[in-house]
């Protein structure tokens, strides 16, 4: 796993796509720190940390999609799995590497929070006022571990369309089309207000399953800076599912 | 080493491989043929784990493929059809890799130095593999599956892509690999079977048809009464003389003419070596003998054959080529076929129903490379 785990790190550097992402990612997320704290005048993250998410959507599967479409384009999966590691080591291998690669990502964009302390320090300097001025680092931590959760379900998604097809480009497509579907449930769940009753899902049952399942409202409360114990363990468990279905595919794929 | 024992591979309604049993000794050198689609790829991808079988049970070195993959691998060095290369890598990143891969104990600038020596990639170590040539390729291909010096290498196809001075390299190799190494080797040129092999499996449909050791159908290939002559003499007397010698059974000539001279065919009687008696007779008669070729069978007759027996469809161009060669030896062919056909079948049906349960202890545990040094037993090579 361990030997797996490097060869894909060390991939993601001698290829483009490890710089691409991390160029992207980055740009992006300067851009958006810059926009939705500095331009406005905020010390709130929250909304930074959401349209990160929104991001990971379409920059996620850029790192997911030649995990395993490619070695299986390749034949070089030959060589792994006539190799002595396991197809759970195997699978897990690559999805360390990805998350690695993204967390790394999303740790460096944190840089970008720096003014904002910074700025904090010099306001509270100025107002003396009772109230605290100033990012708050708890919700931060908050913030960034929950968006640090969604990216690794996001990837093992990523990993799991991967190992269903050969084509890199239609995994790309297809993960983002899963990840997108996602996030337009969450969207429709909340379209309308209850009062005017314009609720486009007037069903509460419907809209509580919905909520239920959907990553992004479990994030509301990483959001305001709680460790949300249940949401991480659903996280957790999305993400074994995901991995473990990659497993059952391989395995499948050689009982065929 | 390798035990095989009733396996069957079914893909959907399609059986690729029709149970199939077969052992391989250590150090034993086998050459795996077999026409287009019969099977060897699926065979050899389920010896080494890559597919599951649908019946059946393989061992390597004693332990069962199935049910411990991992020990079952590690003794495993495996060449697919199309080598496993990334093409992002150096030749020296991608051994490190197998090497890492691989579990290997061995000392590492060693092991991997010794490797690249032995198949001739040290001068490219530092490239791109996406920018060697073929041969180039070929070679990291073998160098991965010898990493970590495994008891069993199974090469699918190992000389393809190679020159003809590479190709002898290989073969040299692989003989040498043989003497510590078990070596599963799947080809199509049959002379590369001939010269490196200690036995030759043939399947076709699935099924094997045909297990020999190479020495035995070396010594059919040679064992012929057929002999084309060319004789320099008047040759309606010539022709009389041969048809009345005693020990000859058959003669005719053939239309190939070459000044005075004709080439005859003729055909001794079983159990008689003819040739110091005709040379004899005929410089008596001043008919000076200029030349004399044995019609053995090539091994590629025998293949065909045998193939052909078995039910394949035999490829017009074949069909053309062995009539054209001469009628009398389809016969010969045939009888070859059917004896080690005959043989197989008879073997199968002695194979023992369900393994016996194999005596403890497992293989894997008492290997120890007897040496991790491929330069110490290629010692005479070349």
């Known amino acids: 796993m361990l030997a797996i785990y490097k060869k894909e790190m060390r991939s993601y550097f001698i290829n483009p796509v490890g ?9 992006i997320a300067a851009g958006l720190c810059t926009y939705t704290t500095l331009q406005s005048r905020s010390y709130d993250t929250a909304s930074f940390f959401y349209l990160m998410i929104l991001v990971m959507i379409i920059i996620i599967p850029l790192l997911t999609m030649r995990t395993f479409a490619e070695e299986r ?29 993204f967390g790394g990502a999303l740790l460096a964009s944190c840089v970008n929070l720096i003014p904002l302390y910074i700025m904090g320090a010099r306001d509270r300097a100025l107002e003396e ?5 100033g990012p708050s680092t708890p919700e931060i931590i908050g913030q960034f571990l929950g968006v640090l959760f969604i990216g690794a379900v996001f990837i093992a998604i990523g990993v799991f369309v991967s190992a269903l097809t050969e084509n890199q480009l239609s995994a790309a497509v297809i993960t983002i089309g899963v990840l997108a579907l996602m996030l337009v449930l969450n969207v429709l769940n909340s379209i309308g207000s209850e009062e005017a009753g314009t609720r486009l899902i007037n069903n509460y049952a419907v809209r509580y399953v919905i909520d239920w399942i959907s990553v992004v409202s479990r994030y509301d409360y990483f959001r305001a800076g709680y460790l949300d114990w249940s949401a991480m363990l659903y996280y957790c468990s ?13 395995e499948r794929r050689r009982w065929a | 080493m390798i035990k095989i024992s009733h396996l069957v591979k079914n893909y959907g309604s399609f059986c690729a491989v029709d149970d199939i049993s077969f052992e391989v000794a250590k150090g034993e050198i086998v050459g795996f043929l077999g026409p287009n689609g019969a099977g060897k790829s699926t065979t050899m991808n389920m010896l080494t784990g890559y597919l599951s079988s649908t019946a059946g049970s393989i061992k390597v070195g004693g332990v069962d493929v199935l049910d411990d993959p991992l020990n079952a691998k590690r003794l495993i060095g495996y060449l697919p059809e199309q080598p496993p290369l990334y093409p992002d890598m150096t030749v020296e990143e991608y051994l490190n890799f197998a090497y890492d891969l691989k579990g290997c104990k061995l000392d590492r600038a060693k092991h991997l130095g010794e490797i690249c020596d032995v198949v001739k990639i040290g001068d490219v170590q530092k490239r791109l593999i996406k920018n060697l040539s073929k041969g180039y390729k070929q070679r990291v291909g073998i160098a991965q599956a010898l990493v970590g010096n495994p008891p069993v290498i199974i090469f699918d196809e190992p000389t393809i892509g190679l020159d003809p ?15 510590e190494h078990t070596v599963i080797l799947s080809t199509h040129i049959l002379g590369e079977v001939q010269a490196v092999c200690d036995r030759i499996v043939i399947i076709n449909k699935g099924k094997i048809v045909a297990d020999e050791l190479t020495e035995n159908i070396s010594r059919a290939v040679e064992n012929t009464r057929r002999f084309n002559v060319k004789i320099s003499g008047p040759q309606r007397e010539v022709l009389a003389m041969l048809r009345n010698m005693s020990g000859i059974c058959y003669a005719e000539v053939l239309a190939a003419r070459d000044g005075d001279a ?12 003819i040739r110091k008696k005709l040379f004899f007779t005929l410089a008596e008669k001043k008919w000076p003998m200029i030349g004399m070729e044995a019609l053995g069978m090539s091994i590629e007759d025998i293949f065909i054959a045998v193939v052909d027996k078995s039910g394949g469809e035999r490829q ?34 002695n194979a023992p129903a369900e393994e016996e349960s194999a005596p403890e202890g497992k293989y894997y545990e008492d290997y120890t490379p007897a040496s991790d040094s491929f330069r110490a037993d290629g010692g005479d090579k070349e």
């Open chain 1, 129 to 133: 006022s009772s109230i605290p001025v």
């Open chain 1, 19 to 27: 710089y691409v992402f991390l160029g992207v990612f980055l740009t």
């Open chain 1, 73 to 101: 384009k390749m034949r070089t999966e030959q060589m792994l799995l006539t190799a002595p590691v396991s197809i759970t080591g195997m699978v897990l291998g690559k999805f360390f590497a990805a998350l690695s690669l």
């Open chain 2, 316 to 349: 017009p161009a074949e069909r053309k080529k062995s009539r054209s060669i001469e009628a009398g030896r389809a016969a010969a062919e045939k009888e070859m076929a059917d004896q080690i056909i005959e043989k197989t079948a008879r073997e199968a049906e």
């Open chain 1, 238 to 250: 999305l993400v074994f599912v995901f991995l473990f279905l990659t497993v059952r595919i391989y």
């Open chain 2, 262 to 273: 004709y080439t005859y065919m003729i055909e001794s009687d079983v159990g008689v070596d």
């Open chain 2, 165 to 179: 001075k590479q190709i002898i390299e290989i073969r040299n190799l692989i003989r040498t690999l043989g003497r």
